[in-house]
Nanobody
Framework: VQLQASGGGLVQAGGSLKLSCAAS????????LAWFRQGPGKEREFVAG????????FYSDSVKGRFTMSGDSAKNTVYLQMNSLKPEDTAVYYC?????????????????WGQGTQVTVSS
C-alpha cells in the first residue's frame, strides 16, 4: 500500500487542522493504521491508531480529547482532526500502516509510511 499525507500548515495556538492520508494500491481495511509525529530533535511518537476494518481508536495521552482519528473506506482515506492545537504539537506528522493485527505504539513496527506533512503551531 502507498500512503500520501496532506493537510499540514501553519496555525495559531487554539486553532484546528485536519490531516488526510490517502491510501492506494490496496484497501486500508486490510491494515492497522496510525498517525505518528516527530518534533524537532525528538523521536517519532505515536499519536493515534486503529484497525482499518473498524474498532476502537487509541490516542496518546498528549492528544486525547483534542485529536480525532477517522476514516472513509469509500475514499480509502484516513483523517486526523486536530483541535485546540498547542505549540508543542508542532511536528512533522506521518501516517503509517501495517498488516499486524495489533496496534503498536512503536514506529519501527510499521512497514508502510506516508511522506509526512508539517504542522506548525505558533504561540
Amino acid at each position: 500500500v502507498q500512503l500520501q499525507a496532506s493537510g499540514g500548515g501553519l496555525v495559531q495556538a487554539g486553532g484546528s487542522l485536519k490531516l488526510s492520508c490517502a491510501a492506494s494500491g490496496r484497501a486500508f481495511t486490510s491494515y492497522v493504521l496510525a498517525w505518528f509525529r516527530q518534533g524537532p530533535g525528538k523521536e517519532r511518537e505515536f499519536v493515534a491508531g486503529t484497525w482499518g476494518s473498524g474498532g476502537s481508536i487509541f490516542y496518546s495521552d498528549s492528544v486525547k480529547g483534542r485529536f480525532t482519528m477517522s476514516g472513509d473506506s469509500a475514499k480509502n482515506t484516513v483523517y486526523l482532526q486536530m483541535n485546540s492545537l498547542k505549540p508543542e504539537d508542532t511536528a512533522v506528522y506521518y501516517c503509517a500502516a501495517d498488516q499486524k493485527q495489533y496496534i503498536s505504539h512503536l514506529a519501527h513496527e510499521y512497514e508502510y509510511w506516508g511522506q509526512g506533512t508539517q504542522v506548525t503551531v505558533s504561540s
